[in-house]
């Protein structure tokens, strides 16, 4: 499938991103009869059927905006779920960056905690990315997206691990045990059931965990010189899998806005 982007001049915040893109299959239908030796016999010239899906009007997502470069996304990986469901669905979307340190009129309104993501849906603002992404697998439902119940909490654990580790300031709180033994469960789920949480697609588990472990080891990496140990061979694969997709690429925010992010909390927990 081939997506065609625009990307316009803007100064302001509020600036949009346009993201355009179709999909377009093709569905090959061949006529074949069997004869009398059970062999199957093409009959006639092959007949194609193009099927043109519909696409929406660009829905209208609000994102954190930068604090390192002006009209870039910022560090929410909140905000980069959505986006990543929204590419992986081939969705239009337009991006309206928000300055959270100065919240405009307008998005008070529609955000009143003051809180990204919030997507436009069907005329209403939608708040909340678990409320978002399933609003957007109902929807949209092709591509599927949605994890199995069994398989859809694997990796839940890590985020919050993760941060308690991140803003520790006692080396004996076993929080890095924490977060090592969530990982090392992941990995190993991963090394029966991989190469994603599902098997062989991408789907919602991934969608959510991606940017975590993205903000997890620029964060970690940089407050504490910490990396995935080697010990976890089928974690870091899974890592370089799915940050390497073009999806993820596309909606990533810089590192240096990640550092930033989490600089209130590691510096606020001194």
Not at 26 to 34: G, I, K, P, T, V
Not at 93 to 100: A, T
Not at 109 to 129: C, F, H, T, Y
Request: aromatic letters at 8%; charged letters at 25%.
């Amino acid at each position: 499938m081939s997506a065609a982007r625009i990307h316009p001049t803007a100064s302001a915040l509020s600036t949009t991103i346009k993201h355009i893109g179709c999909n377009l299959r093709f569905l090959q239908r061949r006529s074949l009869f069997a004869n009398n030796s059970n062999y199957l016999k093409r009959s006639g010239p092959r007949r194609f059927t193009a099927t043109v899906c519909s696409v929406p009007n660009p829905l209208e997502v609000c994102v954190k905006a930068s604090v390192t470069q002006p009209n870039k996304l910022g560090d929410c990986p909140f905000t980069q779920r959505v986006l990543l469901t929204l590419e992986e669905k081939h969705l239009p979307y337009d991006m309206k960056f928000v300055d959270l340190s100065n919240k405009p009129e307008w998005f008070s309104k529609i955000s009143p905690e003051g809180k990204v993501p919030v997507v436009k849906l069907d005329g209403k603002w939608i708040a909340d990315s678990d409320v978002i992404a399933q609003a957007l697998e109902e929807k949209y439902p092709d591509p599927p997206l949605q994890t199995p119940p069994e398989k859809a909490s694997v990796g839940s654990k890590i985020f919050s691990t993760f941060v308690g580790f991140l803003i520790s300031k006692d080396p004996n709180d076993k929080r890095e045990d924490a977060l090592i033994r969530e990982l090392t469960f992941f990995n190993d789920y991963i090394k029966e059931n991989g190469p994603f949480i599902n098997g062989k697609e991408i789907s919602a588990a991934d969608i959510s965990l991606a940017p975590k472990l993205y903000h997890l080891e620029i964060a970690l990496g940089h407050y504490k010189n910490w990396a995935v140990p080697d010990s976890l061979p089928h974690l870091k694969s899974y890592m370089k899998n799915i940050l390497s997709l073009d999806s993820f690429i596309k909606t990533r925010s810089l590192p240096e806005d990640v550092i930033e992010g989490w600089r209130p909390k590691v510096e606020g927990s001194k």
